[in-house]
């Protein structure tokens, strides 16, 4: 009896109503994203984006797959780094419902993806650079409570933000410009801090007849480095190293360098001790005496692999932008530069065509090819 009841049931085919069930969890559900058909991507847009889903259900549902389309959506509407986008996301949370009431529920996360979601935002802004204030720690009280973990997340980064956003000697300000001229010039002076005498100059390439590109050169160099450039050997060429990049936060500058050769190192076998006869120091060069530098390696400039004897940024970064900051480095106080060779290692700009040159085919294979 037990033996057909089996049968009977291992051959009965399942119903219409559990196949068609399971055919309905394997449908994607496709979510509405407020964002998306924005016809202005701004701030005002993505506020108002967040004020409609608040008006639309007074209980909040789907508030965390809300926040995290709206996190992934902020930097498209240019709010990434904007503090009062953060708190109005923040404010979409329900007030009061999260908050632990012992510690069983504090320790163990008390509704984790809430608190995970929170902790996502504040690492975004923490990425972002963007530092919180007492308001949204007040927010974050009211949502979770003094034990969740978001306040937690909160409190480390009021600990720590403060402490690395005025650490930098090369401080930049809250806004970039938005000109790449002001940018290059930010981006040369950071460079060359090292040196205090450093002079920049703002140069176009217009003042050279013979320039193709028309562009803005912005060159440094100091008092030293001009000095060290007048004493270069005549048959040592000079070497315009580049393109290298230095970040200002999510900007890139693109800059180069003209090094020359590094003097020798001076053999010096008298005795340090020796006082017997003490040479009067021949002053500040430059200024006071003579006017050459001394034989020992004593400016920032002179490193093992050459010395840097100025440092630029082009509008175009081409070769011949190059070339006409070299003409003009000449033209102001270099007169060097007409007599000492330049070499350039610039491979591939982006502005510039690559030509390949074809040699001639030889008699050989102008014979081979007729037959």
């Known amino acids: 009896m037990a033996a057909r009841i089996l049968r009977t049931f291992l051959t009965v085919k399942p119903s219409n109503s559990i196949i ?207 000095v060290l450039l007048a004493e270069q050997p005549l048959d040592e060429p000079l070497v315009v190293k580049g393109p290298y990049n230095v970040y200002m936060r999510d900007q890139v500058v693109t800059y180069f360098t003209l090094i020359g050769k590094t003097r020798p190192e001076p053999t010096d076998d008298r005795d340090i001790d020796d006082v017997s006869n003490i040479s009067k120091p021949t002053g500040i060069p430059g200024f006071i005496g003579s006017t050459k530098l001394p034989s020992v390696k004593c400016t920032v400039h002179e490193q093992d692999d050459g010395t840097i004897v100025s440092v630029c940024a082009t509008g175009t970064s081409s070769r011949d932008s190059l070339l006409s900051w070299i003409r003009l480095l000449e033209k102001y106080d270099n007169p060097l530069l007409s007599e000492i060779p330049v070499i350039f290692t610039l491979t591939a700009p982006p502005s510039d065509i690559a030509i390949q040159e074809t040699q001639p085919a030889t008699t050989e294979e102008a014979n081979k090819e007729g037959t």
């Not at 419902?97 to 995970?116: D, G, L, S, V």
């Not at 801090?193 to 562009?215: G, H, N, R």
């Open 20 to 226: 068609k069930r399971f055919e309905s969890n394997k449908k994607s559900v496709s979510v509405y994203d407020p964002f998306r058909n924005k016809p202005q991507k701004n701030k005002e847009a993505y506020l108002e984006a967040i004020k409609i889903f608040e008006s639309q259900d007074k209980r909040r549902r789907g508030h965390v797959e809300f926040i995290y389309a709206a996190l992934a959506r902020m930097k498209e509407f240019g709010v990434h780094k904007d503090l009062e986008a953060y708190k109005a996301l923040v404010d979409v949370l329900p007030k009061g419902r999260f908050i632990p009431t012992n510690i069983f529920q504090a320790e163990f996360m008390h509704y984790p993806k809430q608190q995970q979601c929170a902790v996502d935002l504040l690492e975004q802004m923490e990425d972002n650079a963007v530092m919180p204030d007492s308001e949204m720690e007040q927010m974050l009280l009211n949502i979770f409570g003094r034990r969740g973990i978001p306040v937690r997340k909160f409190w480390r980064m009021m600990y720590w933000m403060p402490k690395f956003k005025y650490l930098s000697p090369w401080l930049l300000p809250d806004k970039l410009p938005d000109d790449t001229l002001e940018l290059a010039k930010m981006a040369i002076q950071r460079i060359t801090s090292v040196d205090p005498d450093i002079i920049l100059d703002i140069w176009q390439t217009e003042e050279i007849t013979a320039s193709i590109d028309k562009t803005w050169i912005v060159s440094a160099q100091s008092r030293a480095q001009k």
